[in-house]
C-alpha cells in the first residue's frame, strides 16, 4: 500500500530546501553578466521611424495573451489597437524557447488557443514548440495583428496623463504614443534565469542557457534535426525541471557522454503522447467545441485532472 502522506512530506521537504531567502535574487542577470545572450538571435532587427500617433489600446506582449486580446478586439470591430514586443515576432515564449524537443505540457487542443476560428487540427496530444509557434502566426494572420506591431520594441515608461486622460507609452524605439488602454501580458517565462553558481562567469567552455538554444553550436535545429556537433563532446545540463526532462532524451542521443545536475527532483509522469486522430478530432469538433473543452478542463483541474477523452 502506498503511504500517501510520507510521499507528501518527502517532496515537502524538497520543496522546502528550493525556498531561498533571497528569492530571485539568486539568478545571474544577463545584462550584468553576459550581455552576448541578449538580443534576438532569430530575427533580424529592422530600422524604423518612431511612432507618435494615438489608438484605442495598446498590448505589451505578443504571446498568446496579446494574440488572443488583438483577436477578440478584432472581432468586435475595434481596429485601432496595438501589439508591443520585444521579441522578432509572435509568439512570447515559444517564440523564445527552441530548444530540442520543446513541447506543451498541457494537452493540445486544450493550449492552443483559438483552434476553432483558425481552422488549426493538432499533430499531436503534446504539440511540439515548432507547430505551437505556428499556430500563433496563424493567428496573426488570421486577425491582420502583424499590421499593428511593433516588434524588437520594449516599453521604457507607461505613464497615465490625467489631464487628457490618456496612457503616455515611450519605447526603446523613440516611439511616443497615446492609448485609451493598456493590457499588460508580458509573461514571466522570455527573460532566461541563470543560477548563481561560483564560478559561472569564469567558466571558459561554452554555455548557453535553454531559451536561447546555441544550434551554431549544436548542430541541429528546433525542428528535430540531429545536433551532430555535439558527438563525442561532454555535455552538461543543470536543471531537471520540465525544459531538462524535454532536452534531456536528446542530448544523450547526439552528445558523447551527457551530465545531468540535479539540486532538488521535481515530479516527472508519464507523456504518453501521441498523433491526434484527425477523424476523431472531425467528430468531437463541432460549433463551440474548444469553449467546451476549456470548460471541462478548467471545471476538472483542480479535482485530480481534466478528463481528456482520448
Known amino acids: 500500500m502506498i503511504d500517501r502522506d510520507a510521499i507528501l ?22 545584462a550584468t553578466h553576459f550581455p552576448q545572450m541578449l538580443g534576438d538571435p ?8 518612431p511612432v507618435t500617433d494615438h ?3 495598446a498590448m505589451v506582449g505578443g504571446g498568446f495573451a496579446g494574440l488572443c486580446t488583438g483577436a477578440r478586439l478584432a472581432q468586435a470591430g475595434i481596429t485601432d489597437f496595438r501589439l508591443i514586443d520585444a521579441g522578432g515576432d509572435v509568439g512570447g515564449t515559444w517564440y523564445w524557447n527552441r530548444y530540442p524537443g520543446a513541447q506543451c505540457d498541457t494537452a493540445s487542443i486544450i493550449y492552443m488557443p483559438l483552434l476553432e ?15 505551437i509557434q505556428g499556430q500563433a502566426k496563424k493567428i496573426a494572420q488570421t486577425f491582420n495583428l502583424y499590421e499593428k506591431a511593433l516588434f524588437h520594441t520594449e516599453v521604457n ?52 542557457h535553454t531559451s536561447r538554444w546555441d ?18 563532446k561532454r555535455v552538461a545540463i543543470i536543471g531537471t525541471g520540465a525544459t531538462a526532462v524535454q532536452c534531456v532524451p536528446h542530448l544523450a542521443r547526439d552528445s558523447g557522454e551527457l551530465f545531468v545536475v540535479q539540486r532538488t527532483p521535481s515530479s516527472v509522469d ?10 476523431w478530432f ?24 481534466a478528463s481528456e477523452d482520448w
Not at 42 to 49: C, I, Q
Not at 177 to 200: H, M, Q, R, Y
Not at 270 to 279: G, L, M, Q, T, Y
Request: proline share 8%.
Open 55 to 57: 489608438v484605442r489600446f
Open 215 to 232: 544550434y551554431g553550436y549544436t548542430g541541429g535545429s528546433a525542428e528535430g534535426a540531429p545536433m551532430e556537433r555535439l558527438a563525442g
Open 157 to 208: 515608461s507607461c505613464t497615465w496623463d490625467d489631464v487628457k486622460q490618456v496612457w503616455v507609452i515611450e519605447t526603446d524605439r523613440g516611439d511616443h504614443f497615446t492609448a485609451d488602454f493598456v493590457g499588460i501580458g508580458t509573461g514571466p517565462l522570455n527573460l532566461p534565469k541563470l543560477p548563481g553558481i561560483p564560478g559561472i562567469e569564469t567558466f571558459k567552455g561554452h554555455q548557453f
Open 117 to 131: 476560428e483558425t481552422g488549426h487540427i493538432p499533430t499531436e496530444k503534446y504539440a511540439h514548440a515548432p507547430e
Open 282 to 305: 472531425k467528430s468531437i469538433a463541432t460549433p463551440g467545441w474548444q469553449t467546451r473543452w476549456l470548460e471541462n478542463f478548467a471545471g476538472n483541474v483542480g479535482m485530480g485532472g
Open 42 to 49: 532569430y530575427t533580424p532587427r529592422k530600422e524604423r521611424a
Open 270 to 279: 508519464v507523456r504518453a503522447n501521441e498523433p491526434i486522430d484527425p477523424d
Open 9 to 30: 512530506e518527502k517532496y515537502r521537504l524538497e520543496r522546502d530546501k528550493r525556498l531561498r531567502p533571497e528569492g530571485n535574487a539568486q539568478y545571474v542577470r544577463l
